[in-house]
């Protein structure tokens, strides 16, 4: 069965650091990778998703990117973080072309 | 353009009661719905889906939803909820995005606490 991983589950890191965040997907190949936040009265964002390796589709501008260096992984990173970057961030999975997405753990991210 | 509307954002309900929760949405195209279960400090975990077919759709935890096209609605219903229920709900639709691709829209979510 498919199984999918994030971390570190819990992150506090101050204004201006870097952050990278590491979700990898076991069980399946070449499955679409997304990238989705849930701040505190903004709901669940998509900010990135991905349909293969290195191919990158970026929904909000932001202060964060993302990349794709293998099949079934996905980082979030951002090079200097803002206070308005904390959230709860999920990272999620779908077969090609599935209309049915998973989510992993969720990832913890406060700004101080 | 697609959008979710949940029409509640708290709903508590005292235990082995039954629930609904509301949801809404517009589309011009053919949708595909889901419900998702977020219990506290968790990702979110599946309860069920809509793709075609039957418009009462089952999922897990004794949850069920019914899908009705002419009052584009998608509510989720229980009809005797238990402590460990307590969660935040989100319905959402899903629209394809192209090259292989969907994504999903949320609604803000629903709070469901079940009271003893």
């Known amino acids: 069965s498919q199984t999918i991983h994030q971390w570190p589950a819990t992150l506090v890191q101050p204004v201006g650091s870097p952050l990278s965040l590491e979700c990898t997907v076991e069980?399946?190949?070449?499955?679409?990778l997304y990238w989705y936040r849930q701040a505190a009265g903004r709901g669940l964002q998509l900010l990135f998703y991905s349909v293969g390796i290195g191919q990158i589709s970026s929904e909000v501008p932001q202060n964060l990117s993302a990349s794709r260096p293998q099949d079934r992984q996905f980082i979030l990173s951002s090079k200097k973080l803002l206070l308005s970057d904390s959230g709860f961030y999920l990272c999620?999975?779908?077969?090609?072309?599935?209309?049915?997405?998973?989510f992993g753990e969720g990832s913890w991210l406060t700004v101080v | 353009a697609q959008s979710v509307t949940q029409l509640d954002s708290q709903v508590p309900v005292f235990e082995e009661a039954p629930v609904e929760l509301r949801c809404n949405y517009s589309s011009s195209v053919s949708v595909y719905l889901f419900w998702y279960v977020q219990y506290p400090n968790q990702g979110l975990q599946l309860l069920l889906k809509?793709?075609?077919?039957?418009?009462l759709v089952k999922g897990i935890n004794g949850f069920e939803a019914e899908f009705n096209k002419s009052q584009t609605s998608f509510h989720l219903r229980k009809p005797s909820v238990h402590i460990s229920d307590t969660a935040e709900y989100f319905c959402a639709v899903i629209k394809y995005s192209g090259a292989g691709s969907y994504q999903l829209t949320f609604g803000k979510g629903t709070k469901l606490s079940v009271i003893p």
């Open positions: 809509y793709l075609s077919g039957s418009t």
């Open positions: 999620a999975w779908s077969v090609t072309d599935g209309n049915t997405i998973y």
């Open positions: 069980g399946t190949s070449n499955p679409n």
